[in-house]
């Protein structure tokens, strides 16, 4: 009996599963996203296709909504063309800027049919959110950033003059993470110790989100993410950024003598200090800073000099240590130049082969790309000159947990041997 019910059953089974499949056969159309927001500009709605065609398919569209064409916005094309061989085909939504009203406007976008040989998918609309006078627009700071031990990065707001825009009560920012995009894995190689979510300070020029390394794996160390929609804003000029997970720079390596830039200290002479840049040590290719260690936390350092540096650094091998990332401290430029804090033991405070003031110091470092060219950057910022040695009357400005250090370093440069 019960062989007999199962053998009654497959072919209703079968014939079911053979509807299935014809149902499914063709390749799918569909609208990639289903919710944009423009400010100015344009907008690119971008449609994809399972399987790409052999020959170029062109896909009618429906506009609807409040937003009226040729008034409001234009297109070049009432359809997206797919071309062959490729998957994706572009919708360009241009803004008319001079008809903007103050209120937004919504935009319904529809496929009206799909080519032969395809079938819509369920994605087969879209809403553009265009905004009003009274909106405001939403970008990321930067493109690209980088995460050491970890990093911030930030947003900035704008009303549709182009005008920061500082919010009256404290706002929240949506961050997605585009997984297909990201090799970095969250909760692996990093976390968001505040979540998916940038706090925007009411009165605040800029909103802040936090991430932290928890791995640097080469491969896997890239993050992309976007700015989620949120009602009233538009996406700006910078909607996604790509951080990478780079750890903290790491030293190791023989360095050689190349620059001093002493423009901050010399801004000084036009404050009424006597700074006298004839007098500024000197340095050649003979002088060489070895680090050598494990880790970031730790290197043994090794000083090869025979010019002005050996009076500050001197001439023996130490261990020197790690102290912190600074990205709080605040340059002549007003940029905050993230930077590395070493601990020495055996420092010159007076940079003088006359005087000794031998104690702990700390000294910046960072790796820097110039020109396509990597330098060490070495800041000397508890620089003490003495008239007889340097010249100037700076000796005021030694480093002492406050935001001074940077107030005249000295920042030497070298290359990598």
Not at 260 to 283: I, K
């Amino acid at each position: 009996m019960l062989l007999s019910l199962i053998l009654g059953l497959m072919p209703v089974l079968v014939s079911c599963s053979d509807d299935d499949k014809d149902s499914g056969q063709l390749p799918q159309i569909f609208i990639e996203q289903p919710y944009y927001s423009m400010a100015k500009g344009q907008v690119e709605i971008k449609v994809g296709a399972d399987e790409a065609p052999d020959h170029d398919v062109a896909i009618p569209v429906k506009f609807a909504g409040t937003a009226v064409r040729d008034i409001d916005f234009t297109v070049e094309n009432s359809e997206i063309v797919i071309k062959a061989g490729e998957t994706e085909g572009v919708l360009v939504i241009s803004r008319i800027q001079e008809n903007i009203p103050d209120d937004n406007l919504e935009l319904f976008i529809n496929l009206a049919e799909a080519p032969a040989g395809y079938q819509l998918g369920l994605m087969n609309y879209a809403t553009v959110n265009m905004l009003g006078n009274n909106g405001y627009v939403m970008s990321f700071k930067e493109p690209e950033g980088t995460v050491g031990l970890d990093g911030e990065f930030k947003i900035v707001l704008y009303d549709m003059k182009g005008s920061i825009y500082r919010p009256k009560a404290d706002e929240y920012f949506g961050i997605v993470i585009d997984e297909e995009l990201s090799t970095a894995v969250e909760g692996e190689h990093y976390e968001m110790p505040e979540g998916h979510v940038i706090k925007y300070a009411s009165g605040a020029r800029e909103g802040v989100l936090k991430i932290n390394m928890l791995k640097v794996e080469p491969g896997r160390d890239r993050i992309v993410m976007r700015l989620d929609d949120k009602d009233g804003y538009a996406n700006g000029n910078i909607p996604v950024m790509t951080v990478t997970i780079k750890g903290p720079d790491v030293y190791n390596g023989t360095w050689v003598f190349d620059h001093f830039d002493l423009s901050d200290v010399l801004m000084y002479a036009d404050w009424g200090s006597m700074v006298n840049p004839e007098l500024a040590p000197t340095g050649s290719s003979a002088d060489k800073l070895m680090f050598s260690g494990d880790s970031y936390l730790k290197y043994h350092f090794t000083p090869q000099l025979s010019g002005d540096l050996k009076k500050y650094f001197g001439t023996e091998a130490r261990e020197v240590t790690f102290l912190m990332e600074d990205k709080d401290f605040r340059d002549q430029s007003g940029n905050y130049p993230k930077f590395t804090r070493l601990k020495f033991p055996g420092i010159n405070y007076s940079f003088s082969s006359k005087q000794s003031d031998i104690r702990d110091a700390q000294i910046g470092f960072k790796l820097k790309d110039i020109d396509g060219k990597e330098y060490l950057e070495c800041w000397i910022g508890d620089w003490c000159p003495l008239e007889d040695d340097f010249g100037g009357e700076l000796c005021w400005w030694i480093y002492d947990e406050t935001n001074l250090w940077g107030m005249a370093p000295i920042r030497v440069y070298f290359s990598r041997e």
